[in-house]
T-cell receptor, first 113, second 113 residues
Framework: QKEVEQDPGPLSVPEGAIVSLNCTYS??????FMWYRQYSRKGPELLMY????GNKEDGRFTAQVDKSSKYISLFIRDSQPSDSATYLC?????????????FGTGTRLQVTL | DAGVIQSPRHEVTEMGQEVTLRCKPI?????LFWYRQTMMRGLELLIY????????DSGMPEDRFSAKMPNASFSTLKIQPSEPRDSAVYFC???????????FGPGTRLTVT
C-alpha cells in the first residue's frame, strides 16, 4: 500500500464548477500538507501548504486537512480553463526524520468551456 | 529573482552515452533536491543536498547515477552509461530550510534511444 493515495483522474468539469481534489495517507505522523499544481511540460508549482487540521483559504483555493481521517482536500471555486493541470498532494515527514516529501501521483484536471 | 534554472531543457542521447544535467538553485536556498518523474512511477526523489553536502541518496536507482554539488550555486546529475529506461523528466528543486516550500525548476526531458 502506498503511503499517499491520489486518484489519477482525469477529472473533467465545466467552467465555473467547484472542484474537489483529494488524497488519503497512511502515516499519521506526517506534519505539513502541500498542494502543487503542474501544467503540462512544466515543473510543479507550490499552491498552498497547511500544518494543522482545518481549512486554509487563498483566493479561489481552499485546502482542508482532516488528520483524524488521514484525508486532505483541495477545493477550487469558480474553476477556470487556466486551472487545467495536474494537482499533486505532498506531505512532510515528522520532525527529526529524513527530509523528504512524499508525493501523491497527481490528479489531472480539465476545466472545459 | 530568477527561479531554479535547469539545463538542458531537452536531451536526446543514445544508449551507453554519458548524460549530465545541470541545476542552479535559487540564491540563498540551502537545500537542493533532484527528482525524476515518469508516468508509471510519478515523482521520485533521487537525492538531496543540504549546504552542498549529500544527505540522502537512497533514491538513486543505480551506480550509473551520480550527483554533485561543488558549490551553493550549482549541481549536476550524471548518468553513465545511460539506458532507455532512464528516459524521464528530471527536476531540480530548492528550498530555504523549509521542506514544505520547495521551488521546482522547469525540468530536463531526457530521451535515451
Amino acid at each position: 500500500q502506498k503511503e499517499v493515495e491520489q486518484d489519477p483522474g482525469p477529472l473533467s468539469v465545466p467552467e465555473g464548477a467547484i472542484v474537489s481534489l483529494n488524497c488519503t495517507y497512511s502515516n499519521s505522523a506526517f506534519q505539513y500538507f502541500m498542494w502543487y499544481r503542474q501544467y503540462s511540460r512544466k515543473g510543479p508549482e507550490l499552491l498552498m501548504y497547511t500544518y494543522s487540521s482545518g481549512n486554509k483559504e487563498d483566493g479561489r483555493f481552499t485546502a482542508q486537512v482532516d488528520k483524524s481521517s488521514k484525508y486532505i482536500s483541495l477545493f477550487i471555486r469558480d474553476s477556470q480553463p487556466s486551472d487545467s493541470a495536474t494537482y499533486l498532494c505532498a506531505m512532510t515527514p515528522p520532525a527529526g526524520t529524513a527530509s523528504k516529501l512524499t508525493f501523491g501521483t497527481g490528479t489531472r484536471l480539465q476545466v472545459t468551456l | 529573482d530568477a527561479g531554479v534554472i535547469q539545463s538542458p531543457r531537452h536531451e536526446v542521447t543514445e544508449m551507453g552515452q554519458e548524460v549530465t544535467l545541470r541545476c542552479k538553485p535559487i540564491s540563498g536556498h540551502d537545500y537542493l533536491f533532484w527528482y525524476r518523474q515518469t508516468m508509471m512511477r510519478g515523482l521520485e526523489l533521487l537525492i538531496y543536498f543540504n549546504n552542498n553536502v549529500p544527505i540522502d541518496d537512497s533514491g538513486m536507482p543505480e551506480d550509473r547515477f551520480s550527483a554533485k554539488m561543488p558549490n551553493a550555486s550549482f549541481s549536476t546529475l550524471k548518468i553513465q552509461p545511460s539506458e532507455p529506461r532512464d528516459s524521464a523528466v528530471y527536476f531540480c528543486a530548492s528550498s530555504r530550510g523549509r521542506l514544505y516550500e520547495q521551488y521546482f525548476g522547469p525540468g530536463t526531458r531526457l530521451t535515451v534511444t
